[in-house]
T-cell receptor
Framework: SAVISQKPSRDICQRGTSLTIQCQVD?????MFWYRQQPGQSLTLIATANQGSEATYESGFVIDKFPISRPNLTFSTLTVSNMSPEDSSIYLCSVGGGETNQPQHFGDGTRLSIL | AQTVTQSQPEMSVQEAETVTLSCTYD???????LFWYKQPPSRQMILVIR??????QNATENRFSVNFQKAAKSFSLKISDSQLGDAAMYFC????????????FGEGTQLTVNP
């Protein structure tokens, strides 16, 4: 399976600032997914990012708040903008599932705390 | 919309014994995939086992096996000979058979392994 590196692994940020999370994969992948996991909760899909096209956002998530870049087939970024304490979560990058019989694999996640 | 339900927020098991985690799902699709992921405190999401809906045979991976009941839309995970390292949050997840489709997760079951 692909090796997925996420940076930073954790950060503590001030209210109103923005943070960009990077996701690097060791092989070319068609689809990359960004998930949010709020404290004590399950994972919720934020958006799906395909190379060369705009990300597709799930209901409740908007591009202005969570802009995503996908410049090539091995890299993506998620920015959490104008952060508030409600944005304190784990953010996970995931790849795979481009072929129906392939499972998704996850990066180690970014633990984000907003003061 | 597909939904995944894990009715056991917490479970505990004695080391070396067997435990079963429950998962039910709702879908109108006939082609789909089911997964169990493990998330230890390190927050990494680790694929434990997967099941293709078109396969009648239950998937097995070493000490982990599933009981897939398609008509009942049930997908339970059995962990045999439980080890301390099995302690984690376990998530059941569903994905349609469409290439690149998203994962839908259950709420999770926190498994404690007692020595």
């Amino acid at each position: 399976s692909a090796v997925i590196s996420q940076k930073p692994s954790r950060d503590i940020c001030q209210r109103g600032t923005s943070l960009t999370i990077q996701c690097q994969v060791d092989s070319q992948v068609t689809m990359m997914f960004w998930y949010r996991q709020q404290p004590g909760q399950s994972l919720t899909l934020i958006a799906t990012a395909n190379q060369g096209s705009e990300a597709t956002y799930e209901s409740g998530f908007v591009i202005d708040k969570f802009p995503i870049s996908r410049p090539n087939l091995t890299f993506s970024t998620l920015t959490v903008s104008n952060m508030s304490p409600e944005d304190s979560s784990i953010y996970l990058c995931s790849v795979g599932g481009g072929e129906t019989n392939q499972p998704q694999h996850f990066g180690d996640g970014t633990r984000l705390s907003i003061l | 919309a597909q939904t995944v339900t894990q009715s056991q927020p917490e479970m505990s098991v004695q080391e070396a014994e067997t435990v079963t985690l429950s998962c039910t799902y709702d879908t109108s699709e006939s082609d789909y995939y089911l997964f169990w992921y493990k998330q230890p405190p390190s927050r990494q999401m680790i694929l434990v086992i997967r099941q293709e809906a078109y396969k009648q045979q239950n998937a097995t991976e070493n000490r982990f096996s599933v009981n897939f009941q398609k008509a009942a839309k049930s997908f339970s995970l059995k962990i045999s000979d439980s080890q301390l390292g099995d302690a984690a949050m376990y998530f059941c997840a569903y994905r349609t058979g469409t290439s690149g489709s998203r994962l839908t997760f259950g709420e999770g079951t926190q498994l404690t392994v007692n020595p």
